[in-house]
């Protein structure tokens, strides 16, 4: 390999701007995880009798289940009696009314991350629900949202006002029982977002939820339900980050889409948790479930990720084509850099007929990275003329990191047509001479490489993450060379 | 018997060192393995229920061969299925060698035997401790019989050497395990071409392994014709080794059996070694055909090719697994693999995984797979030459299946014909 130029490893070996930790007055309760631990948590966020019984059938189930051990990703033994299931930000009984009610040093942070309530409210015209270790502290342009009858706010907010919605779809798409993770998650879930688009509703902004976990020694553990009605539509964000600490901490969250006929959710993340320092100590274990359902008739799904953080990174954001003619997407951009590894990918289940899913998943491994793409296409019987495309590339840059590609394909019906392709490459040296040979500098052409590299995926998102994961995949990477 | 028993009991009785060694380890093997499981990465698409959980009876020796009812004449078979193709040949009856059939090798700087004549000395070369499962470790534990071919350093096999497998009709259930050893020297080369016929109506199971050492610069050129009976589960082996600079290619059909499987193993363990595979597995009825494939690029500037095609029709089931692993340190990797599927009917099955496993940054690796039907385009074009719909379909499927041996030398023309007969039979 190549040497690496000063200029680029000092870029290459930026460390993390979000390592922060906010000095928040906390509630926070014991260590460890039992049925009382649940209770608790249900009691605290004063919830109806049938949440509880579903969080207790959850941990019951839980308890039946060993942690599974079949992804490319190492770690040591996660002790699950050694983590808080719920840490808050102490705030005023009833929860902020307004911004101006939000604790100032949780507003503070939020600046700091850029992520300022206040001007996202003025500004940018994107509804944010802001979620720090266990719950959500402010949503904003709440009301604006509810003229139309979108309703996004917290999710125990609307087990209260919108029980009957929590539950109809509640654990539909993601049963408690799905996986390990996933029965965690819904036995001690804390908060998260929730957000329902009535029939024929265009949402007319990007509703976003930014995830921070500040708290040491916490899980966190959100859940995230949206439901599309009849020719709705809605955009979602979702960012993340953490604090700077030695120790893992555990982060299992649960997203739940529901597509209805004609309905389209469009569902991008930046994911930026703490991702460990240069020799692997800490950083965030990121478990997510991710599932969306395409219930009716051509409805659509998309989901775009950006994942740059987390020390593991274990999740597959998937897509269950039901309806007839509807549409999956899965776009995706994972770094691993230094002891980071990712173990990502997507599921497209195919029931209904003529359905059609796109998979674009490229993988950057720097460092001693670790990058897997792990997918499932699967094309049942019922899922006549049904189509899928899957394109999954990777790069190399050093040479102790690895790159990995696991899909599984299964198509039950002569009908349908399905192409995989994938590709693993470092950069080439003939495209850098070239970039050189018109004047470009070494730096400027790994960074034009790289950029072009992921164009695919950043041209899926929304602007205001665009720029975003451009900035984030500049700092980790951009001017490395292969 | 269990399978356990009976193999402890064959490993007791055998006489040389190396055989000794080789099934005490398959038996420590499959006591601490036992048979494949669903768990099992490779084997979760498997019908295992086609693995027989204990062992069967060895078939017996006989005078007049079966096949279907009819008298079957070895020699008629060998006529028309290699169509006078000069090679040097062996015949194996129901497991057993005849050598009234055979045409062993003769060249200068070649050693060939059966494997009952093998001692120590010519095993060392081998990494014959390489069970993978619970079927290798039977294989390892109880083969019968299989031949041991050395060539020494720029010896030359002037002619194929085909490995002809025949098994006639047996009343009860029968089994039987094979396994070849090949060294080839330094710079020398051959060609090989493993042969399994099957004219069995009973159950068989039968495991074929087949063991390659590749010195440096060597030139191996193997083809693996399966057409088992269809109530037979037929489980294939290729385990090779390559150092620096030898070539390996080759060529798989995999037409008949029950369950008929073939693993390829390949180490590439010496710089600038090559490796090619390319095969057409075909499934009809409820055939299950796979393809499993484990190649490890241990050293660099090493390349490697995958061409693997599969029809499956009826209620046929395929299956391929595709693994390529880069080891760390293995730079100026090439490495391309691609599985390509048509299914012709609704019921059939296609589960395709394959896999890059890469640790090393200087690689161009890439894979590609598709399932699908015939192109539309291209049946639309020949239609509107006024060929017909069935017309035109066998051509796009002769054309998809045939280009597997498209870059095959003139003289072994008899093999493009056998698989060109295979498809018009049963297309």
């Known amino acids: 390999m190549s040497k690496t130029p000063s200029a680029i490893k000092d870029l290459t070996e930026k460390e993390y701007q979000y390592g922060f930790v906010t000095a928040l007055d906390q509630e926070v309760i014991k260590k460890g995880l039992s049925e009382d631990v649940v209770r608790l948590i249900s009691s605290k966020k004063n919830e109806p009798e049938f949440l509880l019984n579903w969080r207790l059938k959850a941990y019951r189930h839980w308890l039946t289940m060993t942690e599974p051990n079949w992804s490319q990703v190492k770690y040591p033994k996660i002790d699950y009696q050694d983590i808080i299931y719920y840490a808050a930000p102490k705030t005023k009984k009833d929860g902020p009314k307004s911004l101006d009610e939000i604790d100032p040093e949780v507003r503070k942070m939020f600046d700091k991350l850029g992520i300022s309530l206040e001007e996202q409210k003025r500004l940018s015209g994107v509804a944010v629900d802001a979620v720090v270790d266990s719950v959500s502290v402010a949503t904003t342009f709440k009301s604006k949202l509810a003229e139309l009858g979108i309703v996004f706010c917290s999710f125990s907010e609307a087990v209260h006002s919108h029980p009957d919605l929590i539950k109809k779809y509640l654990g539909t798409v993601v049963p408690y029982t799905d996986n390990y993770f996933v029965a965690l998650n819904s036995a001690v879930f804390s908060d998260g977002s929730f957000c329902f688009i009535p029939k024929g509703v265009r949402c007319p902004m990007e509703l976003s939820t930014y995830f921070r976990i500040n708290a040491a020694d916490t899980g966190q553990f959100e859940r995230t339900l949206i439901v599309a009605e009849e020719g709705s539509y809605v955009s979602y964000l979702e960012g993340c980050t953490a604090p700077r600490r030695d120790k893992n901490q555990l982060h299992a969250a649960v997203v739940e889409l529901v597509a209805l006929d004609n309905a389209e959710i469009k569902y991008s993340t930046v994911q930026n948790w703490y991702p460990g320092d240069k020799e692997g100590k800490g950083g965030i274990y990121n478990f997510v479930t991710k599932r969306g359902i395409c219930r009716g008739h051509k409805s659509k799904i998309s989901w775009t990720q950006v994942e740059t953080g987390s020390a593991i990174t274990w999740k597959y954001p998937s897509v269950i084509l039901k309806g007839d003619n509807s549409v999956g997407e899965f776009y995706s951009v994972a770094l691993t850099n230094n002891y980071q590894q990712a173990d990502t990918g997507t599921k497209m289940i195919h029931l209904g007929k003529n359905t059609s899913s796109t998979i674009i998943s490229k993988g950057i491994s720097a460092g001693r990275g670790q990058n897997t793409y792990r997918g499932l296409v699967q094309i049942q019987k019922t899922a006549t003329n049904s189509r899928n495309y899957t394109q999954c590339d990777s790069l190399l840059i050093g040479d102790r990191c690895g790159a990995h590609t696991f899909p599984y394909i299964e198509v039950k019906n002569s009908g349908s047509q399905v192409e995989h392709e994938a590709s693993t490459s470092k950069i080439g040296e003939d495209q850098i001479f070239y970039c050189k040979s018109r004047g470009l500098s070494e730096e400027d052409a790994v960074s034009l490489i790289v950029n072009g590299f992921c164009k695919d995926v950043f041209k899926k998102l929304p602007m205001e993450f665009a720029v975003e994961a451009q900035k984030l995949l500049g700092v980790s990477l951009e001017g490395s060379i292969g | ?427």
């Open chain 2, 1 to 427: 018997m269990s399978w356990a028993a009976q193999i402890e009991q064959h490993s007791r009785s055998s006489k040389a060192n190396w055989l000794k060694n080789l099934r005490q380890h398959a038996l420590n093997e499959f006591n601490s393995k036992g048979l494949p499981t669903r768990h099992m990465e490779p084997w979760k698409h498997t019908k295992l229920s086609l693995i027989p959980s204990n062992p069967l009876q060895w078939p017996q020796q006989k005078t007049e061969l079966l096949g279907f009812g009819l008298k079957l004449e070895p020699k008629k078979i060998l006529d028309h299925v290699l169509k006078g193709l000069d090679c040097y040949l062996v015949t194996f009856v129901d497991g057993h060698i005849n050598e009234s059939l055979s045409n062993f090798p003769k060249d200068q700087g070649v050693q060939f035997s059966s494997i009952g004549h093998l001692s120590d000395e010519d095993v060392v070369s081998f990494k014959t401790k390489s069970s993978q499962h619970g079927v290798h470790s039977i294989n390892a534990a109880l083969f019968q019989t299989g031949i041991f071919l050395k060539l020494d350093k720029n010896a030359v096999l002037t002619k194929p050497f085909v490995l002809f497998h025949l098994s006639s009709e047996n009343k009860s259930p029968t089994m039987k395990h094979l396994r070849h050893f090949i060294v080839a020297g330094e710079k020398s080369q051959a060609t090989i071409i493993e042969f399994h016929m099957g004219f069995n109506s009973n159950d068989e199971f039968e495991t074929s392994y087949l063991n390659l050492v590749a010195q440096p610069d060597s030139n191996i050129l193997h083809f693996k014709i399966q057409e088992a009976s269809m109530s037979s589960t037929h489980m294939g082996t290729l385990d090779a080794k390559l150092e620096a600079g030898a070539v390996l290619r080759s060529y798989l059909l995999n037409w008949g059996g029950r369950l008929a499987r073939q693993e390829y193993y390949v180490a590439l363990d010496g710089k600038g070694a090559d490796c090619s595979l390319k095969g057409l597995f075909f499934g009809k009825n409820e055939q299950n055909s796979e393809v499993i494939i484990d190649l490890q690029h241990n050293s660099s500037n090493t390349k490697s090719e995958q061409n693997f095609k599969g029809v499956l029709e009826d209620k046929a089931h395929g299956v391929f697994y595709g693994k390529i692993l880069v080891q760390k340190d293995a730079q100026k990797i090439n490495a391309d693999q691609s599985n390509k599927n048509i299914l012709l009917s609704d019921d059939a099955i296609v589960n395709t995984r394959p896999q890059l496993e890469i640790y090393a940054d200087d690689v161009k690796c890439s894979h590609g797979a598709t399932i699908g039907r015939l192109d539309e385009g291209a049946l639309f074009y020949l239609r509107s030459r006024g060929i017909g719909k069935k017309e035109a379909e066998h051509m796009l499927l002769l054309g998809f299946a045939e280009e597997i041996l498209i870059d095959i030398d003139q003289k072994l023309i008899p093999i493009k014909d056998r698989l060109h007969h295979l498809l018009e039979a049963t297309l």
